[in-house]
């Protein structure tokens, strides 16, 4: 009797895991820009929950067999950070730069992390000596 499995194993992309991991530090550092860069309260809060959907989206993009579509709420958000600052009226100037680098950080690690894909190992271990019956053994000894 012929044993014909194939031993699979699935492999993050490496190119996922980095983009979400820098995705998940800008979500920290948005957060906490909140408390040091804001002058506004809209900054400030904007800020808080734009680091905080950051860090989900990326940590929920760094399981294996994620729906890309995590990535892609990335990148919707980083398109909003690069228009906040004139929608809500930001008065500082550093924290009216600081959401534009880190929305075009999200962007393109959104675009890297969207488009990644994990790769599947197959191996036959037919071709094993351990997946061989007694009989088959008995046979080749």
Same mark, same amino acid.
């Given at each position: 009797?012929?044993?014909?499995?194939?031993?699979?194993?699935?492999?993050?992309?490496?190119?996922?895991?980095?983009?979400s991991?820098?995705?998940?530090?800008?979500?920290?550092?948005?957060?906490i820009?909140?408390?040091?860069? %804001?002058?506004?309260?809209? @900054?400030? #809060?904007?800020? =808080?929950?734009?680091?905080? *959907?950051? &860090?989900?989206?990326?940590?929920? /993009?760094?399981?294996?067999?994620s729906?890309?579509?995590?990535?892609w %709420?990335?990148?919707?958000? @980083?398109? #909003?950070?690069? =228009?906040?600052?004139?929608? *809500?009226? &930001?008065?500082?100037a550093?924290? /009216?730069w600081?959401?534009v680098?880190?929305?075009?950080?999200?962007?393109?690690?959104?675009i890297?992390?969207?488009t990644?894909?994990?790769?599947?190992?197959?191996r036959?271990?037919?071709?094993?000596?351990?997946?061989?019956?007694?009989?088959?053994?008995?046979?080749?000894?």
């Amino acid at each position: 009797m012929e044993n014909t499995s194939l031993a699979t194993r699935n492999m993050m992309s490496p190119q996922k895991q980095v983009a979400s991991t820098l995705n998940l530090l800008l979500g920290i550092w948005l957060f906490i820009a909140g408390f040091t860069l %804001a002058v506004r309260p809209a @900054g400030m #809060w904007n800020d =808080f929950v734009v680091g905080v *959907l950051l &860090f989900i989206f990326a940590a929920a /993009r760094m399981g294996r067999n994620s729906n890309p579509a995590w990535s892609w %709420a990335n990148f919707v958000l @980083g398109i #909003w950070l690069l =228009f906040a600052p004139n929608a *809500l009226g &930001f008065s500082s100037a550093s924290s /009216r730069w600081n959401d534009v680098a880190v929305g075009i950080a999200a962007i393109i690690l959104a675009i890297i992390a969207g488009t990644a894909r994990d790769r599947f190992i197959g191996r036959d271990i037919t071709a094993t000596a351990d997946s061989r019956t007694m009989t088959e053994h008995h046979r080749a000894a």
